[in-house]
């Protein structure tokens, strides 16, 4: 089963002259939303991202960024766990 996230929300950010191919990010990525292209990484699949901020965290080259537990998928989680509706609060950041 192929879950994705909000479409076209994700904050993830490559910026790809940084990238040496080191391959951790793909290695630390859950969703495989990243892949090796020849020696670069690039972004496959961004609405599979769920901003957990492995690979951002793990790239020893700041290739990557990520908000962290911010945004849609964050709210997800949250509204699990609190056993509340899930709510991002669109309202006020205009990101829906």
């Known amino acids: 089963m192929n879950l994705q996230y ?31 292209n020849e020696r670069k990484v690039e972004i496959i699949n961004l609405n599979n991202c769920i901003e957990c901020g492995a690979c951002s965290k793990n790239c020893p080259f700041s290739a990557l960024t990520v908000e962290s537990g911010v945004g849609c998928a964050a709210a997800i989680y949250f509204g699990i766990l609190n056993n509340t509706a899930p709510s991002c609060d669109c309202s006020k950041s205009g990101c829906c």
Request: aromatic share 0%; hydrophobic share 40%.
């Open 6 to 36: 909000i479409k076209n929300v994700a904050t993830l950010k490559l910026d790809a002259g940084k990238c040496t191919g080191c391959a951790i990010c793909t290695d630390v990525c859950p969703r495989q939303v990243l892949k090796m």
